[in-house]
């Protein structure tokens, strides 16, 4: 091939690898977001869980710990 041939194929390459990193770092901002707002609802199911039952927070990690070993035994 010729240079000039090679050198417009390689800033192309250059340019999607460009867009490819643009959108897999706005992807992960959006995982982030959504991350949070999980996050979020799971605190405030929580408190409203907490004020419904006071023994809730104890329960909880007991229930927590359960689940913990049957998922991952380790």
Not at 5 to 26: A, I, P, Q, R, S
Not at 58 to 66: A, D, H, I, P, Y
């Amino acid at each position: 091939m010729k240079e000039p041939e090679m050198e417009k194929k390689e800033k192309l390459l250059e340019e999607g690898l460009e867009l490819l990193t643009n959108e897999v770092m706005n992807l992960k901002l959006d995982h982030r977001a959504d991350i949070d707002g999980l996050k979020l609802e799971i605190e405030t199911l929580k408190l409203f869980l907490a004020q419904i039952y006071p023994d809730f927070h104890e329960r909880f990690q007991t229930l927590r710990e359960k689940a913990r070993l049957e998922i991952s035994p380790e």
